[in-house]
């Protein structure tokens, strides 16, 4: 093999080396990739069904259920437009309450009901995720829309 030929064959086995690298780079990334979405949104089907998502909004007052193996919890998310069932099976955050923002990680189930892997609540009183905070105030123009038409 003449030398000019030992370098092309090098440029190209590295070039195949960084395409392999940055597919695999892409693909980790696309996996680990989660959006978030509204009540509104995951009723009106704009959420994946067969993908990890995030659903932000206010936990309904009222709505709080414990099962007696004390993690299971069951719980609405609203935006104040659509609500959404939860079901969460693990220890929530100590400022996890009725009323107040909470984002939840998992999939929609079938059936409707999202199960989550994960519940995330707000800090203080001031604070709301700015996802569930722009996903209520969303709601809320579309509702008040609807009700001057």
């Known amino acids: 093999m003449k030398p000019r030929h030992k370098k092309m064959a090098l440029i190209a086995g590295g070039l195949a080396a960084l395409g392999a690298a940055a597919a695999l780079v892409l693909n ?30 206010l936990v309904e007052a009222g709505s709080v259920k414990r099962r007696t193996d004390g993690l299971t919890v069951h719980f609405n998310v609203t935006d104040t437009a659509k609500t959404i069932p939860v079901v969460f ?21 079938s059936d409707g009901v999202f199960h989550a ?16 905070a722009h996903a209520v105030a969303q709601a809320g123009k579309a509702q008040k829309t609807v009700i001057v038409k």
């Open 28 to 57: 980790a990334f696309q996996s680990n990739l989660v959006f978030f979405f509204s009540p509104s949104q995951v009723m009106a089907n704009e959420a994946p069904r067969d993908r990890t998502f995030r659903i932000g909004g």
């Open 89 to 109: 099976s693990g220890i929530l955050p100590d400022l996890f309450r009725e009323g107040k923002g909470v984002v939840a990680q998992g999939k929609l189930g």
């Open 117 to 132: 892997t994960q519940v995330l609540a707000k800090h203080d009183e001031n604070y709301m995720p700015p996802e569930a």
